[in-house]
Antibody, heavy 119, light 107 residues
Framework: QVTLRESGPALVKPTQTLTLTCTFSGFSLSTSGMCVSWIRQPPGKALEWLALIDWDDDKYYSTSLKTRLTISKDTSKNQVVLTMTNMDPVDTATYYC???????????WGQGTLVTVSS | DIQMTQSPSSLSASVGDRVTITCRASQSISSYLNWYQQKPGKAPKLLIYAASSLQSGVPSRFSGSGSGTDFTLTISSLQPEDFATYYCQQSYSTLRTFGQGTKLEIK
């Protein structure tokens, strides 16, 4: 059974750095073809893809946010971590992690975690 | 980056209707196109992958077609549980992108 769960602060102040952790089970990120992505959704708005890390530790970032994002994995702990620097109120959103398989679709998602950026 | 444009942005329909949602890519993406359904307060759910393959457990009233730049999601006979927001997403580029969504509402 595949599960993913996001964790991190619910509230951050402007200019702070956000660190989110995706803890997963039911698959291994060391398996060829496996990837984990972060995706966010501001309230009432569309999904926005942020970053992806694959089984080979290759990393890919949204063009518009790449200077602020870092994605990493700890295969032994079954975790993927996303950091986003210089947080702003416009970054208020529900942040999801999701698994991507060789079918190159996001087939399993976490329940999401709402992050509010406010002073 | 590859831009994904969905139409319409919103749609009103009745139970039993046949509904089609369109997604257009800014460049050819072959068949690397996926469709998701999202209900309020919930994570998106994968419906269709690789443009036309039905994800396990998804009802057969959902179907997808297209290749290159133009794709469609069709619901053959709307059920009450189908009223939701639908998103397309491309996986041709390593920089994945989503469409802006289509909200399907009850008429």
């Amino acid at each position: 059974q595949v599960t993913l769960r996001e964790s991190g602060p619910a509230l951050v102040k402007p200019t702070q750095t956000l660190t989110l952790t995706c803890t997963f089970s039911g698959f291994s990120l060391s398996t060829s073809g496996m990837c984990v992505s972060w995706i966010r959704q501001p309230p009432g708005k569309a999904l926005e893809w942020l970053a992806l890390i694959d089984w080979d530790d290759d990393k890919y970032y949204s063009t518009s946010l790449k200077t602020r994002l870092t994605i990493s994995k700890d295969t032994s702990k079954n975790q993927v971590v996303l950091t986003m620097t210089n947080m702003d109120p416009v970054d208020t959103a529900t942040y999801y992690c999701a698994r991507m398989t060789p079918t190159v679709a996001f087939d399993y998602w976490g329940q999401g975690t709402l992050v509010t950026v406010s002073s | 980056d590859i831009q994904m444009t969905q139409s319409p942005s919103s749609l009103s329909a009745s139970v039993g209707d046949r509904v089609t949602i369109t997604c257009r890519a800014s460049q050819s993406i072959s068949s690397y196109l996926n469709w998701y359904q999202q209900k309020p307060g919930k994570a998106p759910k994968l419906l269709i992958y690789a443009a036309s393959s039905l994800q396990s457990g998804v009802p057969s009233r959902f179907s997808g077609s297209g290749s290159g730049t133009d794709f469609t999601l069709t619901i053959s006979s709307l059920q009450p549980e189908d009223f939701a927001t639908y998103y397309c997403q491309q996986s041709y580029s390593t920089l994945r992108t989503f469409g802006q969504g289509t909200k399907l509402e009850i008429k």
